[in-house]
Nanobody
Framework: QVQLVESGGGLVQAGDSLRLSCVLSGRSFGAHAMGWFRQALGKERAFIAFIRGSGRHTHYAESVKGRFTIFRDNAKNTVYLQMDNPKSEDTAEYYC??????????????????WGQGTQVTVIS
């Protein structure tokens, strides 16, 4: 059974830092590209970043480039989202997702096969 479990969400002051984690079980972690998405209240789910199975390539949405970092530890089956200098507009439910990595573009939610349950991040100004 495939399972993605996010953790690390909560309240954070604007300008501070927060790190989200997501563990994949039930599949070969290193063979999967991993993505992070978010959904703010009343808005559609939006792409944040993805990382290749090897960890050697990443891609970011413009809105988070330079502030957020996606990285992975394949020995721990875990992908992370380091959120530095968060802003109030980063408040949302954050989701991780997984898809077998065939070297394609994984910046859309429809590309992913598996999703976590989400973790709420609230940025306080």
């Amino acid at each position: 059974q495939v399972q993605l479990v996010e953790s690390g969400g909560g309240l954070v002051q604007a300008g501070d830092s927060l790190r989200l984690s997501c563990v994949l079980s039930g599949r070969s972690f290193g063979a999967h590209a991993m993505g992070w998405f978010r959904q703010a209240l009343g808005k559609e789910r939006a792409f944040i970043a993805f990382i290749r199975g090897s960890g050697r390539h990443t891609h970011y949405a413009e809105s988070v480039k330079g502030r957020f970092t996606i990285f992975r530890d394949n020995a721990k089956n875990t992908v992370y989202l380091q959120m530095d200098n968060p802003k109030s507009e980063d408040t949302a439910e954050y989701y991780c997702a997984a898809v077998p990595d065939y070297g394609l573009d994984y910046s859309t939610s429809s590309a992913y096969d598996y999703w976590g349950q989400g973790t709420q991040v609230t940025v306080i100004s």
